[in-house]
């Protein structure tokens, strides 16, 4: 017999895996995260960058489209990029420009997010300011792609982790 196992406790239909009953629950998760457009998020370089950290103009899921999601906490994950960095939101959230970066060696207080399902396997992800990414315009962008200043879950705040 097997159950449906997901990634932390918030994450009811965002990213799971059908399990053994015995397993015990993934603590890391490859997956490519998507956006409202159906783009693919993308690191760009792999990580370890501070500048041009992300696009959202993917069509196809290549290795810069593959994300590591580590469970920190039942509720909390770092992202971890192509080249083994850790996406950070810069500040914690609330902004509007130099919103994220790939280069962090160490998952710090910026490096903890959290997913919050929505409905349908979509997800917003919230920031440890407890604002939420957005991904400008719904993604299909290469600059000013995404911000981290949104206070409540929109249509631009709408993910998909495909794992």
């Known amino acids: 017999m097997s159950r449906l196992l997901c ?28 956006t409202r457009s159906g783009h693919y998020v993308t690191a760009v370089d792999g990580g370890g960058r501070a500048a041009d950290v992300v696009r ?45 970066r790939s280069n962090a060696t160490t998952v710090g207080a910026n490096e903890k997010l959290a997913v919050v399902p929505i409905a349908d396997g979509w997800a917003a992800i919230r920031t440890p300011s407890g604002n939420y990414l957005t991904a400008v315009g719904g993604g299909g962008r290469r600059a000013e792609v995404v911000r981290s200043d949104a206070t409540k879950i929109g249509p631009d705040e709408r993910f998909k982790f495909n794992c």
């Open 7 to 34: 990634f932390g406790a918030a994450a009811v239909s965002v990213a799971c895996l059908a399990t053994p009953a015995a397993a015990a629950p993934p603590t890391t998760m490859d997956c490519s995260i998507q």
């Open 56 to 100: 959202t103009d993917a069509t196809t899921v290549g290795p810069t489209e593959r994300f590591q999601l580590i469970a920190l906490t039942a509720t909390t994950f770092a992202v971890r990029t192509a080249n083994k960095n850790y996406i950070s939101v810069v500040g914690g959230g609330g902004r509007t420009a130099d919103v994220i």
